[in-house]
């Protein structure tokens, strides 16, 4: 076994292993598997950054005890997950022993594992314009932070050789991460064996675009599942399957077992993609092969829905201090009016599909009927015939001011305060404007220019509409009992 230095700085790996060196009683109980063996692959992936891995190949086993080495599994994979059974006769294999070998083949650990042995090192030496390799026989006393080398009664430090030769590979070193399992296997023969296991770094979420018109506020929407891949494996012609929702990873993994047809509603999924119900998540199967090399991301077509009926609003937020203290500085103060755009995920709306969660990103059309990005939001798993409200920013045109107009302390804890809140709208079309005031303690509204509704316990909603380039003024006084 060599190794080349070509340079101070990397190392070319040059292996050759004799079949001399190799135990002969062993290697007959001895089986490797590689990808090449594959017979079938299914990957489910989930939000939460694991995927389940199946893998089936087909390999012959001697009779008796076998050492089984299943070759290109993940690096991130959850050793405590995996599991082996023959699907050609599962009573025939019994498994004793597993382990997961990620020591992995490098220059750097062939040198580690060869500390007290003897190594050929060969140097290049120039001399009359002429390069010769001069090779010389050392042992390696130490490998911690440098080299140390002896080579007959003088010990060396700093030598860069051009090449190491190694006698053989030292045992417990794979070039790839390994799963090894201690098998009992009663018949020799072929065997169909499936290996199962859970690994990280494999991810999937969703990404919407919601395209509105210059008029009007009728939408489409599409959308692609992204995949991502950074497990130490790249998955081949897999079967893909995603599930969506907050899996508990403490409790076993269920695994998908059967398939649904599409749903036949307004909005669905794309044709080659599948959905169904999985105990309290839902399950989309692509309905083709697909692959997902290592340290990679994918998108594939999910969603398309059309002719979505969606609302505009204008919302200011306020804070519940307010309500038990004096704002200082008598001037009004800028509020911020939100921009949120709602619709319903029902069928009645073209809609009415399980959405996973991702990011929903909104486009609309200018006056030259170029679309322009105009913000986007997050949102949670969302069931059909729940509503979405997506934050898409600030409004330009429209401005708000707040001011205290009063404060009052009536007794211990219990105060008064009145507030103005001028919206101006600078639209040529009118809007309404949500003011939403959070109200901690006992709370009573003791007057308001306009109609307010008390949303929850501890919080109220005034309506204030505003005409095109005109201004609104809401006035209220509260009484809050902290």
């Given at each position: 076994?060599?190794?080349?230095?070509?340079g101070?700085?990397?190392?070319?790996?040059?292996?050759?292993?004799?079949?001399?060196?190799?135990?002969?009683?062993?290697?007959?109980?001895?089986?490797?598997?590689?990808r090449?063996?594959?017979q079938?692959?299914?990957?489910?992936?989930?939000?939460?950054?694991?995927?389940?891995?199946?893998?089936?190949?087909?390999?012959?086993?001697?009779?008796?005890?076998?050492?089984?080495?299943?070759?290109?599994v993940?690096s991130?994979?959850?050793?405590?997950?995996?599991?082996?059974?023959?699907?050609?006769?599962p009573?025939?294999?019994?498994?004793?022993?597993?382990?997961?070998?990620?020591?992995?083949?490098?220059?750097?650990?062939?040198?580690?594992?060869?500390?007290?042995?003897?190594?050929?090192?060969?140097?290049?030496?120039?001399?009359?314009?002429?390069?010769?390799?001069?090779?010389?026989?050392?042992?390696?006393?130490?490998?911690?932070?440098?080299?140390?080398?002896?080579?007959?009664?003088?010990?060396?430090?700093?030598?860069?050789?051009?090449?190491?030769?190694?006698?053989?590979?030292?045992?417990?070193?794979?070039?790839?991460?390994?799963?090894?399992?201690?098998?009992?296997?009663?018949?020799?023969?072929?065997?169909?064996?499936?290996?199962?296991?859970?690994?990280?770094?494999?991810?999937?979420?969703?990404?919407?675009?919601?395209?509105?018109?210059?008029?009007?506020?009728?939408?489409?929407?599409?959308?692609?599942?992204?995949?991502?891949?950074?497990?130490?494996?790249?998955?081949?012609?897999?079967?893909?399957?995603?599930?969506?929702?907050?899996v508990?990873?403490?409790?076993?993994t269920?695994?998908?077992?059967?398939?649904?047809?599409?749903?036949?509603?307004?909005?669905?999924?794309?044709?080659?993609?599948?959905?169904?119900?999985?105990?309290?998540?839902?399950l989309?199967?692509?309905?083709?092969?697909?692959?997902?090399?290592?340290?990679?991301?994918?998108?594939?077509?999910?969603?398309?829905?059309?002719?979505?009926?969606?609302?505009?609003?204008?919302?200011?937020?306020?804070?519940q201090?307010?309500?038990y203290?004096?704002?200082?500085?008598?001037?009004?103060?800028?509020?911020?009016?939100?921009?949120?755009?709602?619709?319903?995920?029902?069928?009645?709306?073209?809609?009415?599909?399980?959405?996973?969660?991702?990011?929903?990103?909104?486009?609309?059309?200018?006056?030259?009927?170029?679309?322009?990005?105009?913000?986007?939001?997050?949102?949670?798993?969302?069931?059909?015939?729940e509503?979405?409200?997506?934050?898409?920013?600030?409004?330009?045109?429209?401005?708000?001011?707040?001011?205290?107009?009063?404060?009052?302390?009536?007794?211990?804890?219990?105060?008064?305060s009145?507030?103005?809140?001028?919206?101006r709208?600078?639209?040529?079309?009118?809007?309404?404007?949500?003011?939403?005031?959070?109200?901690?303690?006992?709370?009573?509204?003791?007057?308001?220019?306009?109609?307010?509704?008390?949303?929850?316990?501890?919080?109220?909603?005034?309506?204030v509409?505003?005409?095109?380039d005109?201004?609104?003024?809401?006035?209220?006084?509260?009484?809050?009992?902290?």
């Open positions: 076994m060599k190794i080349q230095r070509r101070a700085l990397s190392l070319a790996v040059l292996i050759t292993v004799a079949l001399a060196t190799a135990d002969v009683s062993f290697a007959q109980n001895k089986t490797t598997s590689t090449a063996d594959q079938a692959l299914s990957l489910t992936v989930y939000n939460s950054n694991v995927a389940l891995v199946r893998d089936v190949r087909q390999v012959r086993l001697p009779t008796g005890n076998v050492e089984f080495d299943f070759a290109d993940a991130a994979i959850e050793p405590a997950t995996v599991r082996i059974v023959s699907l050609t006769d009573k025939q294999l019994t498994v004793l022993e597993q382990d997961y070998r990620y020591d992995l083949l490098t220059p750097g650990k062939l040198l580690h594992y060869s500390v007290g042995k003897q190594i050929t090192l060969v140097r290049q030496v120039t001399e009359n314009n002429l390069t010769k390799e001069l090779p010389m026989k050392a042992t390696l006393l130490s490998d911690n932070g440098g080299q140390v080398w002896q080579a007959g009664n003088e010990i060396i430090t700093g030598m860069f050789p051009y090449e190491y030769i190694f006698p053989s590979l030292p045992p417990g070193l794979y070039s790839k991460p390994t799963l090894v399992w201690m098998l009992n296997n009663r018949d020799a023969g072929e065997q169909k064996l499936e290996a199962d296991y859970m690994t990280k770094n494999v991810n999937w979420s969703a990404d919407y675009v919601l395209t509105l018109p210059a008029e009007g506020m009728t939408a489409d929407l599409n959308s692609w599942v992204t995949l991502s891949n950074s497990s130490g494996a790249s998955f081949r012609e897999a079967q893909l399957q995603l599930v969506a929702g907050q508990h990873q403490a409790a076993p269920p695994r998908p077992m059967f398939r649904a047809q599409a749903m036949a509603v307004g909005g669905a999924v794309a044709p080659e993609m599948q959905q169904e119900s999985l105990s309290e998540y839902h989309y199967t692509i309905e083709r092969p697909v692959t997902l090399p290592d340290q990679s991301s994918k998108q594939i077509a999910f969603l398309r829905a059309s002719g979505i009926k969606v609302q505009k609003t204008y919302e200011i937020d306020g804070q201090y307010y309500f203290s004096p704002i200082p500085g008598g001037q009004p103060a800028k509020e911020p009016v939100q921009a949120h755009l709602k619709f319903k995920n029902s069928e009645d709306n073209s809609l009415g599909v399980p959405l996973p969660a991702g990011t929903v990103r909104v486009y609309q059309a200018d006056s030259r009927g170029r679309l322009q990005f105009v913000g986007e939001d997050h949102i949670t798993h969302t069931a059909k015939d509503n979405l409200n997506l934050y898409i920013g600030n409004a330009f045109d429209v401005a708000a001011e707040r001011k205290q107009t009063d404060f009052q302390t009536l007794g211990k804890d219990i105060y008064e009145a507030y103005q809140i001028t919206v709208n600078h639209k040529k079309d009118a809007i309404t404007v949500e003011v939403n005031e959070p109200v901690t303690g006992e709370w009573t509204v003791l007057e308001s220019n306009y109609k307010y509704e008390k949303t929850s316990a501890f919080s109220i909603r005034f309506q509409p505003v005409a095109a005109g201004q609104s003024v809401l006035k209220y006084r509260v009484r809050a009992h902290r």
